[in-house]
């Protein structure tokens, strides 16, 4: 079962395993368009100082899509980057798809 209405595209991306502590983080692609809806902010977000805040949101995607906690979700149409906190796979009433909560720190540390 595919999403039955589709309002973005993201590119997913995992942290690769590094055994050195000291070496730099790298990712790679899991996938480079999936079709996917992005909730828009719940209101939850939060002051975390200086001109920052955190936004959560939530990720829609089919049930095949590889998406995985701790996961960097990049819309493809706004270019917002999002960190994957949780991921679901919802089946009822066969509209099977895979629901994840993202979260995005915005703005500048003052």
Do not use: C
Not at 64 to 89: C, F, G, H, Q
Request: negative net charge.
């Amino acid at each position: 079962m595919t999403l039955p209405i589709v309002t973005t595209w993201v590119s997913i991306e995992r942290l690769s395993e590094n055994v050195d502590p000291y070496a730099d983080a790298t990712t790679t692609v899991v996938d480079s368009s999936a079709s996917a809806v992005i909730s828009g902010s719940t209101g939850r977000g939060s002051d975390i100082g200086g001109a920052q805040q955190v936004l959560e949101a939530k990720l829609f995607v089919n049930p095949e899509t590889d998406v995985r906690k701790a996961d960097y979700v990049t819309d493809l149409r706004t270019s917002e980057r999002w960190k994957v906190l949780w991921v679901r796979a919802r089946t009822e009433l066969g509209l099977g798809h895979k629901v994840a909560g993202l979260e995005i720190v915005e703005g500048a540390v003052v």
